[in-house]
Protein backbone atom coordinates (compact mmCIF):
# COMPACT_ATOMS: atom_id res chain seq x y z
CA UNK A 1 0.00 0.00 0.00
CA UNK A 2 1.14 3.80 -1.11
CA UNK A 3 0.80 6.54 0.97
CA UNK A 4 1.35 9.85 -0.97
CA UNK A 5 2.19 12.94 0.85
CA UNK A 6 -0.76 14.42 2.87
CA UNK A 7 -2.89 17.38 1.38
CA UNK A 8 -2.86 16.02 -2.40
CA UNK A 9 -4.83 12.97 -1.40
CA UNK A 10 -6.28 13.81 1.46
CA UNK A 11 -4.12 11.47 3.77
CA UNK A 12 -6.27 8.86 1.88
CA UNK A 13 -4.20 5.64 0.69
CA UNK A 14 -4.05 5.04 -2.72
CA UNK A 15 -5.24 1.17 -3.34
CA UNK A 16 -6.20 1.26 -6.39
CA UNK A 17 -5.53 2.56 -10.15
CA UNK A 18 -8.90 1.34 -11.27
CA UNK A 19 -9.95 3.12 -15.00
CA UNK A 20 -13.80 4.10 -13.64
CA UNK A 21 -16.41 5.78 -16.19
CA UNK A 22 -19.18 7.37 -14.45
CA UNK A 23 -21.75 7.67 -16.33
CA UNK A 24 -24.17 10.89 -15.45
CA UNK A 25 -25.97 13.52 -17.26
CA UNK A 26 -26.09 15.46 -13.73
CA UNK A 27 -22.87 17.87 -13.87
CA UNK A 28 -23.49 18.71 -10.60
CA UNK A 29 -24.42 15.15 -9.14
CA UNK A 30 -21.13 13.89 -11.62
CA UNK A 31 -18.83 16.12 -9.59
CA UNK A 32 -19.81 15.08 -6.29
CA UNK A 33 -19.51 11.42 -7.33
CA UNK A 34 -15.92 12.02 -8.69
CA UNK A 35 -15.15 13.74 -5.20
CA UNK A 36 -16.20 11.19 -3.11
CA UNK A 37 -14.35 8.62 -5.39
CA UNK A 38 -11.29 10.48 -5.37
CA UNK A 39 -11.57 10.76 -1.12
CA UNK A 40 -11.53 6.97 -1.50
CA UNK A 41 -8.47 7.23 -3.56
CA UNK A 42 -9.78 6.79 -7.30
CA UNK A 43 -7.78 9.20 -9.22
CA UNK A 44 -9.10 7.44 -12.98
CA UNK A 45 -11.97 8.91 -13.19
CA UNK A 46 -13.66 9.65 -16.49
CA UNK A 47 -17.35 11.45 -16.65
CA UNK A 48 -20.26 10.62 -19.68
CA UNK A 49 -23.16 12.73 -19.25
CA UNK A 50 -24.36 12.19 -23.15
CA UNK A 51 -26.31 9.08 -23.29
CA UNK A 52 -25.97 8.45 -26.88
CA UNK A 53 -23.13 6.15 -28.67
CA UNK A 54 -22.46 4.88 -25.26
CA UNK A 55 -20.78 2.25 -25.85
CA UNK A 56 -18.96 3.21 -28.11
CA UNK A 57 -17.79 6.01 -25.93
CA UNK A 58 -17.33 3.22 -23.27
CA UNK A 59 -15.05 1.10 -26.01
CA UNK A 60 -12.68 3.86 -26.81
CA UNK A 61 -11.86 4.75 -22.81
CA UNK A 62 -11.82 0.75 -22.06
CA UNK A 63 -12.49 0.80 -18.84
CA UNK A 64 -12.52 -1.69 -15.43
CA UNK A 65 -15.62 -0.49 -13.83
CA UNK A 66 -18.61 1.69 -15.44
CA UNK A 67 -21.13 3.15 -12.68
CA UNK A 68 -24.74 4.33 -13.68
CA UNK A 69 -27.47 5.62 -11.57
CA UNK A 70 -30.35 2.55 -11.92
CA UNK A 71 -32.69 5.36 -12.54
CA UNK A 72 -30.59 6.41 -15.77
CA UNK A 73 -32.92 5.03 -18.83
CA UNK A 74 -29.83 4.32 -20.91
CA UNK A 75 -29.27 1.61 -18.63
CA UNK A 76 -30.43 -0.98 -20.84
CA UNK A 77 -27.25 -0.17 -23.18
CA UNK A 78 -24.61 -1.28 -20.79
CA UNK A 79 -26.70 -4.71 -20.81
CA UNK A 80 -25.10 -5.34 -24.18
CA UNK A 81 -22.16 -5.56 -22.96
CA UNK A 82 -22.26 -8.72 -20.70
CA UNK A 83 -22.00 -10.21 -24.12
CA UNK A 84 -18.75 -10.69 -24.86
CA UNK A 85 -19.40 -10.36 -28.92
CA UNK A 86 -15.95 -10.37 -30.05
CA UNK A 87 -13.30 -12.43 -28.65
CA UNK A 88 -11.11 -9.11 -28.26
CA UNK A 89 -14.10 -8.09 -26.01
CA UNK A 90 -13.64 -8.03 -22.14
CA UNK A 91 -16.62 -9.58 -20.77
CA UNK A 92 -18.83 -7.55 -18.04
CA UNK A 93 -20.47 -8.81 -15.42
CA UNK A 94 -22.73 -6.87 -13.14
CA UNK A 95 -21.53 -5.77 -9.88
CA UNK A 96 -18.52 -6.90 -7.98
CA UNK A 97 -18.73 -10.62 -7.31
CA UNK A 98 -22.16 -12.63 -8.53
CA UNK A 99 -21.50 -13.92 -5.09
CA UNK A 100 -21.34 -10.94 -3.03
CA UNK A 101 -25.10 -10.69 -2.90
CA UNK A 102 -25.43 -7.87 -0.06
CA UNK A 103 -22.99 -5.56 -1.59
CA UNK A 104 -24.79 -6.25 -4.45
CA UNK A 105 -28.44 -5.43 -2.74
CA UNK A 106 -26.82 -2.11 -1.35
CA UNK A 107 -26.25 -0.79 -4.19
CA UNK A 108 -29.14 -0.95 -5.86
CA UNK A 109 -31.13 0.09 -2.69
CA UNK A 110 -28.57 3.38 -2.73
CA UNK A 111 -29.86 3.45 -6.50
CA UNK A 112 -26.32 2.37 -8.32
CA UNK A 113 -25.09 0.27 -10.36
CA UNK A 114 -21.72 -0.77 -11.43
CA UNK A 115 -20.36 -3.01 -14.46
CA UNK A 116 -17.06 -4.89 -13.61
CA UNK A 117 -14.97 -5.98 -16.51
CA UNK A 118 -14.79 -10.09 -15.64
CA UNK A 119 -12.09 -11.42 -13.67
CA UNK A 120 -11.14 -8.54 -10.98
CA UNK A 121 -10.82 -9.26 -7.82
CA UNK A 122 -13.61 -8.11 -5.51
CA UNK A 123 -11.62 -6.40 -2.86
CA UNK A 124 -10.13 -4.25 -5.70
CA UNK A 125 -13.68 -2.94 -6.66
CA UNK A 126 -15.84 -2.94 -3.14
CA UNK A 127 -13.73 0.37 -2.05
CA UNK A 128 -15.42 2.21 -5.64
CA UNK A 129 -18.82 0.29 -4.75
CA UNK A 130 -18.50 1.69 -1.42
CA UNK A 131 -18.07 5.29 -2.12
CA UNK A 132 -20.20 4.84 -4.62
CA UNK A 133 -22.63 3.54 -2.48
CA UNK A 134 -22.21 6.06 0.45
CA UNK A 135 -23.34 9.05 -2.11
CA UNK A 136 -26.01 7.37 -3.79
CA UNK A 137 -27.40 7.20 -0.43
CA UNK A 138 -27.05 10.99 0.26
CA UNK A 139 -28.83 11.88 -2.80
CA UNK A 140 -31.48 9.54 -1.92
CA UNK A 141 -31.75 11.11 1.22
CA UNK A 142 -31.85 14.20 -0.27
CA UNK A 143 -34.46 13.23 -3.09
CA UNK A 144 -36.93 12.10 -0.03
CA UNK A 145 -36.03 15.20 1.67
CA UNK A 146 -37.12 17.02 -1.40
CA UNK A 147 -40.09 15.75 -1.76
CA UNK A 148 -41.01 15.72 2.23
CA UNK A 149 -40.22 19.60 1.92
CA UNK A 150 -42.57 19.91 -1.38
CA UNK A 151 -45.57 18.03 0.30
CA UNK A 152 -45.26 20.21 3.68
CA UNK A 153 -45.96 23.38 1.26
CA UNK A 154 -48.36 21.67 -0.64
CA UNK A 155 -50.12 20.47 2.37
CA UNK A 156 -49.80 24.31 4.33
CA UNK A 157 -51.65 25.67 1.05
CA UNK A 158 -54.33 23.60 0.85
CA UNK A 159 -54.89 24.02 4.82
CA UNK A 160 -54.94 27.41 4.46
CA UNK A 161 -57.66 27.51 1.28
CA UNK A 162 -59.99 25.08 3.43
CA UNK A 163 -59.71 27.06 6.20
CA UNK A 164 -60.56 30.27 3.73
CA UNK A 165 -63.78 28.44 3.10
CA UNK A 166 -64.57 28.00 6.04
CA UNK A 167 -64.77 31.63 6.79
CA UNK A 168 -66.52 32.55 4.17
CA UNK A 169 -69.28 30.05 4.38
CA UNK A 170 -69.64 30.58 8.13
CA UNK A 171 -68.76 33.94 9.01
CA UNK A 172 -66.22 33.13 11.05
CA UNK A 173 -62.39 33.82 12.00
CA UNK A 174 -59.24 31.88 10.79
CA UNK A 175 -58.34 30.99 14.28
CA UNK A 176 -61.99 29.60 14.43
CA UNK A 177 -62.16 27.81 11.09
CA UNK A 178 -58.57 26.15 12.18
CA UNK A 179 -59.87 24.80 14.93
CA UNK A 180 -62.95 23.40 13.63
CA UNK A 181 -61.13 22.04 10.97
CA UNK A 182 -58.90 19.81 13.78
CA UNK A 183 -61.69 19.03 15.27
CA UNK A 184 -63.34 17.52 12.42
CA UNK A 185 -60.25 15.84 11.53
CA UNK A 186 -59.64 14.12 15.05
CA UNK A 187 -63.70 12.94 15.12
CA UNK A 188 -63.23 11.47 11.70
CA UNK A 189 -59.94 10.16 12.91
CA UNK A 190 -57.67 11.42 9.73
CA UNK A 191 -54.77 14.03 8.72
CA UNK A 192 -56.06 17.87 9.01
CA UNK A 193 -54.35 18.03 5.51
CA UNK A 194 -56.97 15.06 4.30
CA UNK A 195 -59.67 16.67 5.58
CA UNK A 196 -58.83 20.30 4.40
CA UNK A 197 -58.19 18.28 0.93
CA UNK A 198 -61.22 16.89 0.69
CA UNK A 199 -63.37 19.85 1.60
CA UNK A 200 -61.35 22.09 -1.28
CA UNK A 201 -62.20 19.14 -3.40
CA UNK A 202 -65.78 18.88 -2.75
CA UNK A 203 -65.86 23.00 -2.71
CA UNK A 204 -64.47 22.29 -6.44
CA UNK A 205 -67.93 20.42 -7.11
CA UNK A 206 -70.32 22.97 -5.83
CA UNK A 207 -68.08 25.95 -7.32
CA UNK B 1 -60.14 -9.39 5.02
CA UNK B 2 -56.71 -7.89 4.99
CA UNK B 3 -55.46 -7.61 1.79
CA UNK B 4 -51.94 -9.52 0.91
CA UNK B 5 -49.63 -6.46 -0.95
CA UNK B 6 -47.65 -7.62 -3.75
CA UNK B 7 -45.48 -5.12 -5.17
CA UNK B 8 -45.33 -5.21 -8.68
CA UNK B 9 -42.93 -3.39 -11.45
CA UNK B 10 -43.59 -2.65 -15.02
CA UNK B 11 -41.83 -0.59 -17.71
CA UNK B 12 -44.73 2.02 -19.54
CA UNK B 13 -45.82 -0.24 -22.55
CA UNK B 14 -49.53 -0.82 -23.73
CA UNK B 15 -48.95 -4.66 -22.87
CA UNK B 16 -48.82 -3.76 -19.26
CA UNK B 17 -52.52 -3.81 -19.75
CA UNK B 18 -53.11 -7.29 -17.67
CA UNK B 19 -51.55 -6.20 -14.44
CA UNK B 20 -52.76 -2.55 -14.57
CA UNK B 21 -56.05 -3.88 -15.50
CA UNK B 22 -56.03 -6.49 -12.43
CA UNK B 23 -55.11 -3.75 -9.65
CA UNK B 24 -57.60 -0.98 -11.31
CA UNK B 25 -60.41 -3.20 -11.91
CA UNK B 26 -60.76 -5.27 -8.76
CA UNK B 27 -59.22 -8.14 -10.14
CA UNK B 28 -56.94 -8.50 -6.90
CA UNK B 29 -59.11 -7.72 -4.62
CA UNK B 30 -61.24 -10.79 -5.66
CA UNK B 31 -58.22 -12.54 -4.90
CA UNK B 32 -57.19 -11.03 -1.53
CA UNK B 33 -54.49 -9.58 -3.19
CA UNK B 34 -53.23 -5.94 -3.29
CA UNK B 35 -51.23 -5.00 -5.68
CA UNK B 36 -48.48 -2.03 -6.31
CA UNK B 37 -46.97 -1.07 -9.57
CA UNK B 38 -44.42 0.87 -9.76
CA UNK B 39 -42.96 2.19 -12.31
CA UNK B 40 -39.44 1.23 -13.70
CA UNK B 41 -36.98 3.09 -15.94
CA UNK B 42 -34.94 0.46 -17.94
CA UNK B 43 -35.35 -3.34 -18.12
CA UNK B 44 -32.16 -4.18 -16.44
CA UNK B 45 -33.57 -1.84 -13.27
CA UNK B 46 -36.50 -3.79 -13.43
CA UNK B 47 -34.55 -6.95 -13.27
CA UNK B 48 -32.14 -6.27 -10.44
CA UNK B 49 -34.96 -4.88 -7.90
CA UNK B 50 -37.21 -8.11 -8.68
CA UNK B 51 -33.69 -10.40 -8.29
CA UNK B 52 -33.02 -8.59 -4.78
CA UNK B 53 -36.65 -8.91 -3.32
CA UNK B 54 -37.62 -5.09 -4.08
CA UNK B 55 -40.54 -6.41 -6.42
CA UNK B 56 -41.97 -9.72 -5.94
CA UNK B 57 -43.10 -9.71 -9.78
CA UNK B 58 -42.86 -8.06 -12.58
CA UNK B 59 -43.80 -7.31 -16.05
CA UNK B 60 -40.78 -8.98 -18.19
CA UNK B 61 -39.51 -9.27 -21.76
CA UNK B 62 -40.12 -13.14 -22.43
CA UNK B 63 -36.79 -13.83 -22.63
CA UNK B 64 -35.36 -12.32 -19.73
CA UNK B 65 -35.88 -15.49 -17.35
CA UNK B 66 -33.75 -17.40 -20.28
CA UNK B 67 -31.25 -15.17 -20.67
CA UNK B 68 -30.50 -15.28 -16.27
CA UNK B 69 -30.93 -19.41 -16.89
CA UNK B 70 -28.24 -18.79 -19.49
CA UNK B 71 -25.98 -16.86 -17.50
CA UNK B 72 -26.41 -14.59 -19.29
CA UNK B 73 -26.96 -10.45 -18.52
CA UNK B 74 -25.79 -8.53 -15.43
CA UNK B 75 -27.75 -10.15 -12.70
CA UNK B 76 -28.41 -13.87 -13.40
CA UNK B 77 -30.41 -14.79 -10.14
CA UNK B 78 -32.95 -17.29 -11.16
CA UNK B 79 -36.39 -15.67 -12.44
CA UNK B 80 -39.50 -18.26 -13.23
CA UNK B 81 -42.38 -16.85 -15.85
CA UNK B 82 -45.68 -17.66 -14.22
CA UNK B 83 -47.60 -16.72 -17.26
CA UNK B 84 -47.34 -14.83 -20.61
CA UNK B 85 -49.23 -11.76 -20.11
CA UNK B 86 -49.02 -11.10 -23.95
CA UNK B 87 -48.34 -12.19 -27.22
CA UNK B 88 -47.39 -10.27 -30.24
CA UNK B 89 -47.54 -6.26 -30.12
CA UNK B 90 -44.12 -5.02 -31.14
CA UNK B 91 -43.85 -3.07 -34.83
CA UNK B 92 -40.71 -2.67 -36.61
CA UNK B 93 -39.92 0.79 -38.40
CA UNK B 94 -37.51 2.37 -40.65
CA UNK B 95 -35.89 6.35 -40.67
CA UNK B 96 -37.93 8.37 -43.34
CA UNK B 97 -34.93 8.17 -45.66
CA UNK B 98 -34.75 4.74 -45.67
CA UNK B 99 -38.31 4.59 -45.83
CA UNK B 100 -37.99 6.80 -48.89
CA UNK B 101 -35.64 4.42 -50.32
CA UNK B 102 -37.84 1.63 -50.49
CA UNK B 103 -40.53 3.69 -51.66
CA UNK B 104 -38.83 4.05 -54.52
CA UNK B 105 -37.48 1.11 -54.96
CA UNK B 106 -41.37 0.43 -55.13
CA UNK B 107 -42.00 -1.26 -51.65
CA UNK B 108 -45.44 -0.90 -51.27
CA UNK B 109 -45.68 -1.25 -47.29
CA UNK B 110 -48.41 -3.33 -47.01
CA UNK B 111 -47.42 -3.70 -43.50
CA UNK B 112 -48.35 -7.41 -43.89
CA UNK B 113 -45.51 -9.42 -45.52
CA UNK B 114 -42.58 -10.60 -43.69
CA UNK B 115 -40.76 -11.67 -46.45
CA UNK B 116 -41.13 -8.73 -49.08
CA UNK B 117 -40.63 -6.31 -46.41
CA UNK B 118 -37.53 -8.22 -45.36
CA UNK B 119 -36.22 -8.51 -48.52
CA UNK B 120 -37.01 -4.74 -49.90
CA UNK B 121 -35.37 -3.57 -46.52
CA UNK B 122 -32.09 -5.17 -46.99
CA UNK B 123 -32.05 -4.04 -50.38
CA UNK B 124 -31.96 -0.45 -49.24
CA UNK B 125 -29.42 -0.86 -47.00
CA UNK B 126 -25.46 -0.71 -48.85
CA UNK B 127 -23.54 -1.74 -46.10
CA UNK B 128 -24.76 -3.15 -42.38
CA UNK B 129 -28.16 -3.04 -41.54
CA UNK B 130 -27.83 -1.52 -37.92
CA UNK B 131 -31.37 -2.29 -35.90
CA UNK B 132 -32.30 -0.51 -32.38
CA UNK B 133 -33.68 -3.14 -29.87
CA UNK B 134 -34.77 -2.33 -26.52
CA UNK B 135 -33.01 -4.78 -24.86
CA UNK B 136 -30.22 -7.30 -25.57
CA UNK B 137 -32.64 -10.19 -24.28
CA UNK B 138 -35.77 -9.43 -25.74
CA UNK B 139 -38.16 -11.03 -28.32
CA UNK B 140 -37.41 -8.13 -30.63
CA UNK B 141 -33.68 -9.12 -30.73
CA UNK B 142 -35.03 -12.60 -30.98
CA UNK B 143 -37.50 -12.20 -33.91
CA UNK B 144 -35.55 -9.33 -35.99
CA UNK B 145 -32.51 -12.03 -36.03
CA UNK B 146 -34.66 -14.99 -36.94
CA UNK B 147 -36.29 -12.50 -39.81
CA UNK B 148 -33.23 -11.24 -41.40
CA UNK B 149 -31.21 -14.79 -41.11
CA UNK B 150 -34.28 -16.31 -42.86
CA UNK B 151 -33.77 -13.74 -45.82
CA UNK B 152 -30.24 -15.16 -46.18
CA UNK B 153 -28.62 -12.41 -44.25
CA UNK B 154 -25.98 -14.32 -42.80
CA UNK B 155 -22.76 -12.64 -42.32
CA UNK B 156 -22.72 -10.75 -39.03
CA UNK B 157 -20.87 -8.00 -40.28
CA UNK B 158 -24.15 -7.45 -42.76
CA UNK B 159 -26.36 -6.70 -39.52
CA UNK B 160 -26.11 -5.50 -36.17
CA UNK B 161 -28.71 -5.43 -33.60
CA UNK B 162 -27.64 -2.61 -31.02
CA UNK B 163 -29.95 -1.73 -27.76
CA UNK B 164 -30.81 1.54 -27.90
CA UNK B 165 -34.01 2.21 -25.14
CA UNK B 166 -37.10 3.75 -27.00
CA UNK B 167 -37.17 7.05 -26.19
CA UNK B 168 -33.98 7.40 -27.51
CA UNK B 169 -34.67 5.53 -30.89
CA UNK B 170 -36.07 9.11 -32.49
CA UNK B 171 -32.72 10.43 -31.84
CA UNK B 172 -30.68 7.76 -32.61
CA UNK B 173 -32.94 7.47 -36.34
CA UNK B 174 -32.08 11.03 -36.99
CA UNK B 175 -28.39 10.75 -36.10
CA UNK B 176 -27.87 8.03 -38.56
CA UNK B 177 -27.11 5.72 -35.82
CA UNK B 178 -29.58 3.34 -36.59
CA UNK B 179 -31.33 2.17 -39.80
CA UNK B 180 -34.58 0.76 -38.33
CA UNK B 181 -35.87 -0.59 -35.35
CA UNK B 182 -37.77 -2.77 -33.49
CA UNK B 183 -40.01 -1.72 -30.89
CA UNK B 184 -43.22 -2.14 -28.34
CA UNK B 185 -46.21 0.10 -28.06
CA UNK B 186 -46.75 2.90 -28.21
CA UNK B 187 -42.80 3.79 -28.95
CA UNK B 188 -43.52 2.57 -32.97
CA UNK B 189 -46.64 5.20 -33.19
CA UNK B 190 -45.19 7.59 -31.45
CA UNK B 191 -42.31 7.52 -33.59
CA UNK B 192 -44.44 8.01 -36.77
CA UNK B 193 -46.74 10.90 -34.80
CA UNK B 194 -43.15 12.77 -34.41
CA UNK B 195 -42.30 12.23 -37.91
CA UNK B 196 -39.01 10.43 -37.51
CA UNK B 197 -40.09 7.22 -38.93
CA UNK B 198 -42.20 4.48 -40.85
CA UNK B 199 -43.69 1.62 -39.71
CA UNK B 200 -42.40 -1.75 -41.87
CA UNK B 201 -44.31 -4.39 -40.75
CA UNK B 202 -45.73 -5.69 -37.07
CA UNK B 203 -43.89 -8.44 -35.46
CA UNK B 204 -46.81 -10.68 -35.83
CA UNK B 205 -46.07 -10.95 -39.43
CA UNK B 206 -42.32 -12.53 -38.62
CA UNK B 207 -44.40 -14.96 -35.84
CA UNK B 208 -47.99 -14.80 -35.83
CA UNK B 209 -48.19 -16.40 -31.50
CA UNK B 210 -44.79 -15.12 -30.35
CA UNK B 211 -45.05 -14.54 -26.53
CA UNK B 212 -44.04 -11.12 -25.41
CA UNK B 213 -44.33 -10.39 -21.77
CA UNK B 214 -44.15 -13.02 -19.35
CA UNK B 215 -45.09 -12.47 -15.81
CA UNK B 216 -41.91 -12.95 -13.57
CA UNK B 217 -41.15 -13.63 -10.08
CA UNK B 218 -38.04 -15.31 -9.16
CA UNK B 219 -37.64 -18.98 -8.63
CA UNK B 220 -37.74 -19.44 -5.20
CA UNK B 221 -40.55 -16.90 -4.64
CA UNK B 222 -42.63 -19.05 -6.78
CA UNK B 223 -42.08 -22.30 -4.33
CA UNK B 224 -42.58 -20.33 -1.08
CA UNK B 225 -45.52 -18.68 -2.04
CA UNK B 226 -47.63 -20.77 -3.95
CA UNK B 227 -50.91 -19.92 -2.81
CA UNK B 228 -50.08 -16.11 -3.16
CA UNK B 229 -48.85 -17.13 -6.56
CA UNK B 230 -52.30 -18.80 -7.64
CA UNK B 231 -53.76 -15.99 -6.66
CA UNK B 232 -51.67 -13.68 -8.57
CA UNK B 233 -52.19 -15.75 -12.09
CA UNK B 234 -56.12 -15.78 -11.40
CA UNK B 235 -56.18 -11.87 -10.69
CA UNK B 236 -53.97 -11.36 -14.34
CA UNK B 237 -55.82 -14.04 -16.09
CA UNK B 238 -59.45 -12.20 -15.37
CA UNK B 239 -57.98 -9.01 -16.05
CA UNK B 240 -56.76 -10.82 -19.74
CA UNK B 241 -60.10 -11.81 -19.93
CA UNK B 242 -61.54 -8.78 -19.37
CA UNK B 243 -59.32 -6.54 -21.47
CA UNK B 244 -60.46 -9.07 -24.15
CA UNK B 245 -63.53 -8.38 -24.36
CA UNK B 246 -64.78 -5.62 -26.75
CA UNK B 247 -66.49 -3.24 -24.61
CA UNK B 248 -63.68 -2.76 -22.48
CA UNK B 249 -61.39 -1.34 -24.73
CA UNK B 250 -62.53 2.38 -23.89
CA UNK B 251 -62.35 1.91 -20.50
CA UNK B 252 -58.84 0.51 -20.44
CA UNK B 253 -57.59 2.97 -23.17
CA UNK B 254 -58.18 5.36 -20.28
CA UNK B 255 -56.91 3.41 -17.60
CA UNK B 256 -53.40 3.11 -19.42
CA UNK B 257 -53.08 6.58 -20.67
CA UNK B 258 -53.46 7.93 -16.91
CA UNK B 259 -50.16 9.33 -15.37
CA UNK B 260 -49.24 6.94 -12.99
CA UNK B 261 -49.23 4.07 -16.28
CA UNK B 262 -48.32 5.11 -19.59
CA UNK B 263 -49.11 9.11 -18.97
CA UNK B 264 -49.94 9.61 -22.86
CA UNK B 265 -52.93 11.05 -24.67
CA UNK B 266 -55.37 7.90 -24.92
CA UNK B 267 -55.64 8.30 -29.03
CA UNK B 268 -52.02 6.88 -29.40
CA UNK B 269 -52.74 3.84 -26.11
CA UNK B 270 -55.56 3.06 -28.64
CA UNK B 271 -54.03 2.26 -31.73
CA UNK B 272 -52.04 -1.05 -30.30
CA UNK B 273 -55.31 -2.33 -28.96
CA UNK B 274 -57.56 -1.46 -31.84
CA UNK B 275 -54.59 -2.95 -34.15
CA UNK B 276 -54.91 0.74 -36.61
CA UNK B 277 -52.01 2.56 -37.63
CA UNK B 278 -50.74 5.78 -39.19
CA UNK B 279 -47.64 4.16 -40.45
CA UNK B 280 -46.14 7.28 -42.14
CA UNK B 281 -46.55 10.89 -41.76
CA UNK B 282 -48.66 11.33 -44.95
CA UNK B 283 -51.24 9.52 -42.89
CA UNK B 284 -51.49 5.89 -44.49
CA UNK B 285 -52.86 3.98 -41.93
CA UNK B 286 -53.28 -0.42 -41.50
CA UNK B 287 -55.03 -2.52 -39.55
CA UNK B 288 -53.25 -5.38 -38.42
CA UNK B 289 -56.05 -7.80 -36.85
CA UNK B 290 -54.31 -9.41 -33.23
CA UNK B 291 -51.75 -7.19 -32.94
CA UNK B 292 -51.20 -8.13 -29.52
CA UNK B 293 -53.49 -10.48 -27.70
CA UNK B 294 -53.62 -11.23 -23.86
CA UNK B 295 -56.24 -13.62 -23.46
CA UNK B 296 -57.39 -15.73 -26.78
CA UNK B 297 -55.86 -18.71 -27.83
CA UNK B 298 -54.83 -19.39 -24.27
CA UNK B 299 -52.55 -16.48 -24.95
CA UNK B 300 -51.16 -16.47 -20.71
CA UNK B 301 -50.16 -19.88 -20.94
CA UNK B 302 -46.65 -20.40 -20.60
CA UNK B 303 -45.79 -23.31 -23.17
CA UNK B 304 -42.64 -24.71 -22.59
CA UNK B 305 -42.02 -25.30 -26.33
CA UNK B 306 -42.07 -21.37 -26.34
CA UNK B 307 -39.04 -20.65 -23.89
CA UNK B 308 -37.12 -23.84 -25.86
CA UNK B 309 -37.41 -21.88 -29.09
CA UNK B 310 -36.38 -18.55 -27.27
CA UNK B 311 -33.20 -20.46 -25.30
CA UNK B 312 -32.01 -22.16 -28.94
CA UNK B 313 -32.62 -18.84 -30.72
CA UNK B 314 -30.47 -17.04 -28.42
CA UNK B 315 -27.58 -19.63 -28.11
CA UNK B 316 -27.61 -19.77 -31.92
CA UNK B 317 -27.33 -15.80 -31.99
CA UNK B 318 -25.21 -15.72 -29.06
CA UNK B 319 -23.06 -19.19 -29.93
CA UNK B 320 -24.29 -20.98 -26.58
CA UNK B 321 -24.52 -24.64 -26.37
CA UNK B 322 -27.83 -25.51 -27.82
CA UNK B 323 -29.01 -28.73 -25.91
CA UNK B 324 -28.21 -26.75 -22.68
CA UNK B 325 -29.75 -23.46 -23.62
CA UNK B 326 -32.80 -25.71 -24.44
CA UNK B 327 -33.18 -27.72 -21.28
CA UNK B 328 -32.57 -24.37 -19.47
CA UNK B 329 -34.67 -22.63 -21.13
CA UNK B 330 -37.69 -25.00 -20.59
CA UNK B 331 -37.64 -24.90 -17.02
CA UNK B 332 -38.25 -21.38 -16.65
CA UNK B 333 -41.81 -21.44 -17.92
CA UNK B 334 -43.80 -22.52 -15.34
CA UNK B 335 -46.94 -23.93 -17.21
CA UNK B 336 -47.35 -26.70 -14.14
CA UNK B 337 -47.95 -23.50 -11.82
CA UNK B 338 -50.20 -21.71 -14.15
CA UNK B 339 -52.22 -25.23 -15.05
CA UNK B 340 -52.48 -25.88 -10.91
CA UNK B 341 -53.94 -22.03 -10.27
CA UNK B 342 -56.42 -22.25 -12.96
CA UNK B 343 -57.28 -26.01 -13.16
CA UNK B 344 -61.19 -24.72 -11.85
CA UNK B 345 -61.16 -21.36 -13.32
CA UNK B 346 -60.03 -21.12 -17.56
CA UNK B 347 -61.94 -23.94 -19.57
CA UNK B 348 -59.54 -23.67 -22.09
CA UNK B 349 -56.35 -24.86 -20.53
CA UNK B 350 -54.07 -26.91 -22.47
CA UNK B 351 -53.46 -30.37 -21.30
CA UNK B 352 -49.93 -30.76 -22.63
CA UNK B 353 -47.19 -28.37 -21.60
CA UNK B 354 -45.42 -28.37 -25.02
CA UNK B 355 -46.59 -28.05 -28.64
CA UNK B 356 -45.04 -27.43 -32.13
CA UNK B 357 -44.40 -24.36 -33.25
CA UNK B 358 -45.60 -22.71 -36.07
CA UNK B 359 -47.42 -26.09 -37.44
CA UNK B 360 -51.03 -24.21 -37.20
CA UNK B 361 -52.13 -22.21 -39.94
CA UNK B 362 -55.86 -22.18 -39.71
CA UNK B 363 -57.51 -22.31 -35.91
CA UNK B 364 -57.20 -25.78 -34.54
CA UNK B 365 -59.20 -27.49 -31.90
CA UNK B 366 -57.18 -29.21 -29.46
CA UNK B 367 -57.46 -31.18 -26.14
CA UNK B 368 -57.92 -29.16 -22.89
CA UNK B 369 -59.16 -29.76 -19.65
CA UNK B 370 -62.53 -28.05 -20.19
CA UNK B 371 -62.40 -29.21 -24.14
CA UNK B 372 -63.06 -25.89 -25.56
CA UNK B 373 -59.35 -25.04 -26.83
CA UNK B 374 -58.85 -23.10 -30.05
CA UNK B 375 -55.14 -22.86 -30.73
CA UNK B 376 -54.86 -19.45 -32.96
CA UNK B 377 -52.43 -19.45 -36.39
CA UNK B 378 -48.89 -19.84 -34.87
CA UNK B 379 -47.47 -19.82 -38.34
CA UNK B 380 -43.59 -18.21 -38.85
CA UNK B 381 -43.04 -16.31 -41.96
CA UNK B 382 -41.01 -18.36 -43.50
CA UNK B 383 -43.51 -22.17 -42.96
CA UNK B 384 -40.50 -23.25 -40.72
CA UNK B 385 -42.13 -25.24 -37.91
CA UNK B 386 -40.32 -26.16 -34.46
CA UNK B 387 -40.34 -29.39 -32.66
CA UNK B 388 -40.10 -29.27 -29.13
CA UNK B 389 -37.43 -31.86 -27.32
CA UNK B 390 -39.38 -34.07 -25.23
CA UNK B 391 -39.26 -32.98 -21.68
Known amino acids: MLYLPSDTFRNTPVTNDLAIILVEPDRDKANQIVDS ?12 TEASSLKRQISAIDPDIVLIDIANPSRDMLEEMTIASQPMDRAVAVFVDRSDDALTSAAIEAGVSAYVVDGLRPDRVKPVLDAAIARFNVFQRMRTELAETKRALEER ?51 | ?39 SPSWSTLRDKLCFGQLDAA ?26 LSVNGNVIGVSREIGARMRAAGHDFAFNDAETAGRALIGAIKDTLRIGVPFPFSMHAEL ?7 LGVKDAHNISIQTVPPPMMPDALKAGEIDAFCVGEPWGSSSVETGVADLLLPCSAIWAFAPEKVLAVRAGWADENRDTAHRLIRAVWRASRWLSEPSSLGLATELLSRTPYLDLAPEVVECALLGRFAISSRGDVRTTAGFVDFFNGAAGFPWRSQAEWIGRQMASRLGLDHARAAKAAQATFRSDIYRAALGHVAHDLPSASAKVEGSVTEPLAVGSIGGRLI ?9 RIFEPTPA
Open chain 2, 144 to 150: VHYWLTA
Open chain 2, 59 to 84: HMLAPMPIAGALGLGGVTTPLHALSV
Open chain 1, 37 to 48: LADAGFARIQVI
Open chain 1, 157 to 207: KVIARAKGLIMKAKGIDEDEAYALLRKAAMNQGKRLADVAEALVESAGLLA
Open chain 2, 375 to 383: LPRDAFFDG
Open chain 2, 1 to 39: MKLQEIQIGFIPLVDAAPLIAASEMGFAEEEGLSLTLSR
